[in-house]
């Protein structure tokens, strides 16, 4: 069965890291978008990062130089290196893949509203706040 579990989440302080990890079963990195996205409690989901099958990234601008994606098909996991972080940060990440789709480029997936996925984890919690 496919299955997506987040870890990692946590409170920090402003300016803190937090390294998320997820463990990916029963769905094929070569076939799949993967990524990562976020969500606030009464607002609209936002997609974080993503990674294509050739390993192309994509990451929202407001992540940019401060996050990584990364991936270990051996491993079978999605990982995301979360570094300065601030108090707008704070939300519940989801771990996400999504069958690769001509139609829908990498980075449409994560900047463009109301993207879906074929696959989402339960989410882990991040808190930055001093």
């Known amino acids: 069965a496919q299955q997506l579990v987040e870890s990692g989440g946590g409170s920090v302080q402003p300016g803190g890291s937090l390294r998320l990890s997820c463990a990916v079963s029963?769905?094929?990195?070569?076939?799949?978008?993967m990524g990562w996205f976020r969500q606030v409690s009464g607002k609209e989901r936002e997609g974080v990062a993503a990674?294509?099958?050739?390993?192309?990234?994509t990451y929202a601008d407001f992540v940019k130089g401060r996050f990584t994606i990364s991936q270990d098909s051996a491993k079978n996991t999605l990982d995301l290196q979360m570094n300065n972080l601030k108090p707008e940060d704070t939300a519940m990440y989801y771990c996400?893949?999504?069958?690769?789709?001509?139609?829908?480029?990498?980075?449409?997936?994560?900047?463009?509203?109301?993207?879906?996925?074929?696959?989402w984890g339960q989410g882990t919690q991040v808190t930055v706040s001093s």
């Open positions: 990674i294509d099958p050739n390993g192309s990234i």
């Open positions: 029963g769905i094929n990195f070569r076939s799949h978008y």
């Open positions: 996400a893949a999504v069958v690769v789709d001509p139609l829908r480029p990498l980075r449409w997936w994560i900047v463009m509203p109301d993207q879906t996925a074929d696959y």
